[in-house]
């Protein structure tokens, strides 16, 4: 494909065609001197083991990535499947996300308690990309609740869940490339 092909692509083919790639939902929060600020990201992932780092991808226009930058660090939230209305709550504009949302202090931001999972970075770099950042994070401290879950999945726009293969099933991440 050549560049003149590529100026062709329109946000909407390009949205659902990538909407075709499962994701996880988390909530990424942090301690801003107003008081607590958070917001629903599904482009974390994991960028290096050693040292610790992984990324996230908030909007440009995004009003809660300033307050986050601001503070220097943030907590990511790792939601399991029945934290979907959670997720729409940290999306929406104009209202306190943190309503009704219990959670306690960590040293990164506030951990929302119903997580499965909760990892604490401090913000080592930010990239420009397009209409987003890349912001990658310096993993300082992590947890994960124990016991089963099935994770909170986006997929072509809509939320639904996954059902984990047996444990001794071999994943992409074990097999040479």
């Known amino acids: ?14 949205r659902r065609a990538l909407g075709h790639l499962p994701t996880g939902v988390t909530v990424v929060t942090a301690h801003h001197r107003d008081g607590p600020v958070g917001m629903s990201s599904n482009s974390v992932t994991s960028v ?28 990511v939230n790792v939601f399991a499947s ?21 959670w306690h202090d960590r040293a990164t931001g506030p951990a929302l308690d119903d997580a499965v999972a909760w990892i604490e970075c401090t913000i080592d770099a930010e990239h420009d990309a397009g209409d987003h950042l890349i912001v990658v994070g310096a993993v300082q401290h992590l947890e994960v609740r124990p016991g089963e879950v099935e994770p909170l999945v986006f997929f072509r726009g809509r939320y639904g869940s996954f059902a984990a293969e ?12």
Do not use: Y
């Open 1 to 14: 494909m050549n560049n003149e092909t590529d100026l062709r692509i329109n946000s909407e083919t390009f």
């Open 48 to 75: 290096s083991l050693d040292p610790p780092l992984i990324l996230f991808c908030p909007a440009k226009s995004s009003t809660t990535w300033p307050k986050i930058h601001e503070a220097g660090s943030f907590c």
């Open 82 to 102: 029945h934290h979907e209305e959670a997720s729409r709550q940290f999306s929406r504009v104009g209202v306190d996300r943190f309503a009704g949302v219990s």
């Open 166 to 177: 047996p444990e001794n099933v071999t994943s992409p991440g074990d097999r040479e490339s």
